[in-house]
């Protein structure tokens, strides 16, 4: 279904109408289309034109999103659409999110069928993800709620770069998500992604204190850009200070893509220190990723320092947690979603067409 309306939008004085969905407030005259490119303003409203449409589904292991605290080891049915809310010059998923071709939604299924390929082919949970699920509000809300009815969970793998009347209707149907961090410093997002730090934040605050999502951050550590160990110690220090020592934080590694051609890739070290930065500053999950790092991709205990999840990129090793997800060595709580015992996906990757 194309063209879907929405309804978080409003006439404007000079009779454009702006959209009110996120923090770019694109104003928009007949026939024109936001940054995001996927909603647009037709017969004088807006509309969602990529209802219902997908850049293709995949059945891959949760830790990929990446959540480490949530239902560790079970297959996860992933999925996005096309175009995308923030302008990131280093986008690693520039040809879906930055896609102006609606060709590249080769796949296409009703909220009900995707919530029927997920229990068909064993997933615990559905992810929105390659792009932002912001854009496709309304599409992502009814898939959680098919879900919901079939018990299968959702995950928002997201910036967080949303307004706070949608943002409270978004999570209410979210169970986790994972909340790209991109920096700390309000000249790296208006520079490198044509936005703003300080929704993100609010949305990070907004997660930890009105909602019971359960969430994890994603950093990706571009040198020069946003790895200093001043910027560092500032965002670990806030999370702490702000949402509490048990959010996960992830450090990953920059490769050179679209726009960013010229930068060198996140040496192993600067993950290493981000790290140990975050847990020198209180924060009791922290993770390196996009790098074979079996101790930066393990979980341990924050008590005892026993490691109680072992895992080899996306594969689990070692588990050490009893039925009610505490440290088997001294008892202590995890803090996450856990079931009473790991599920056994491991690294597979299994592409699926929902329209065949």
Known sequence: MDNFPTRYWHVTDDQRIQCDLCPRFCRLREGQRGLCFVRKRQDDRIVLTTYGRSSGFCVDPIEKKPLNHFLPGTPVLSFGTAGCNLACKFCQNWDISKSREMDTLADSASPERIAQA????????????????????????????????????????????????????????????????????????????????????????????????????????????????????????????????????????????????????????TLTLARRTAIENGVRYAYTGNVHDEGGGSTYCHSCQAKIIGRDWYELTHWDMDEAGRCRQCGTPCAGVFDKAPGNWGQRRQPIRLSA
């Not at 359960?214 to 999370?239: C, G, H, Q, R, Y």
């Not at 990953?252 to 051609?261: I, N, Q, V």
């Open 118 to 269: 997920a229990r068909d082919t064993g997933c615990r949970s559905v992810a929105f993800t390659y792009n932002d699920p912001v854009i496709f509000h309304e599409y992502a809300i009814d898939i959680a709620q098919a879900c919901r009815e079939l018990g299968i969970k959702t995950v928002a793998v997201t910036a967080g770069y949303i307004c706070p009347e949608p943002r409270v209707e978004f999570f209410d149907h979210m169970d986790a998500a994972n909340v790209d961090l991109k920096a700390f410093t309000e000249a790296f997002y208006k520079k490198i992604c044509g936005g703003d730090l300080k929704p993100v934040l609010e949305t990070l605050e907004y997660l930890k204190h009105e909602t019971r999502v359960w969430f994890e951050t994603t950093t990706l550590l571009i040198p020069d850009e946003n790895d200093s160990p001043k910027e560092l110690d500032a965002m670990t220090d806030w999370v702490v200070d702000k949402l509490g020592p048990d959010v996960p934080m992830h450090f990953t590694a920059f490769h050179p893509d679209w726009k960013m051609r010229d930068k060198t890739h996140t040496p192993a070290k």
